[in-house]
């Protein structure tokens, strides 16, 4: 069956700008999560949606990172006022709803800021 | 304060000999310890959960096992389709179910 899509694979984009990347889980998955992954490290928790419970956003870095999530489907990470140090991997992952659920993730989009 | 640590940052592999990476973990109580596996380019691709102390999981030529304060991931005969970076993760009890903590991995090249 079809997996988690993020789109899109690739953005190259002037600092300063804002950038939104998408993500459509898994269907059926209630649960959704962001991760960073920056050049040869490891995973990053960003922020976290199950189901209508309010998302736990404690590991957004900044006031300029937000997520919003529609229902139990697509959900948009956005940075406004790109830095240099936002370049990274912005990975997407959904799961089931229970605890015991192993997340499965998307490619990732590639975010470059110049 | 939490923490993941994965050694050796990278393992060179000749074709059929074993070896084992390791995860050591400092958490508030674990809920859950993960392995993944991603290639390049790709997202993590989901092996193995554990949760307490002394569990064994096994899946082709990996097999992970769990003490009190680190993970193992063994890897027995390796092939060089198993050459790729290794993932551990871990849940805290302190957090909320969703949020995971990786290490930063084990890059394993294993050349025929």
């Known amino acids: 069956g079809a997996g988690v899509s993020q789109s899109p694979s690739n953005k190259v984009t002037e600092k300063g700008k804002d950038v939104e990347l998408r993500c459509d889980p898994i269907?059926?998955?209630?649960?959704l999560y962001w991760y960073r992954q920056r050049l040869g490290q490891g995973l990053e928790f960003l922020i976290y949606f199950q189901g209508n419970s309010a998302p736990d956003k404690s590991g957004l870095p900044s006031d300029r990172f937000s997520a919003e999530r529609t229902g139990e489907s697509v959900s948009t990470l956005t940075i406004q006022r790109t830095q240099q140090e936002d370049s990274a991997v912005y990975l997407c992952?959904?799961?089931?709803?229970?605890?015991?659920?192993?997340?499965?993730f998307g490619d990732g989009t590639r975010l470059s800021i110049l | 304060e939490d923490q993941v640590t994965q050694s050796p940052e990278a393992l060179r592999l000749q074709e059929g000999e074993s070896s084992s990476l390791n995860c050591s973990y400092t958490?508030?109580?674990?809920?859950?310890l993960f392995w993944y596996r991603q290639d390049p380019g790709k997202g993590p691709e989901f092996l193995f959960t554990l949760y307490s102390a002394g569990e064994e999981k096994e899946k082709e030529r990996l097999k992970a096992t769990l003490t009190k304060k680190e993970s193992f991931l063994h890897i027995t005969a390796p092939k060089p389709e198993d050459s790729a970076t290794y993932l551990c993760a871990v849940r805290s009890g302190t957090d909320s179910w969703g949020k995971l903590q990786f290490g930063a991995g084990t890059q394993v090249v294993v050349t025929p």
């Open positions: 269907s059926g998955h209630t649960a």
């Open positions: 992952a959904s799961s089931l709803g229970q605890p015991n659920q192993p997340q499965h």
């Open positions: 958490v508030s109580g674990l809920r859950g």
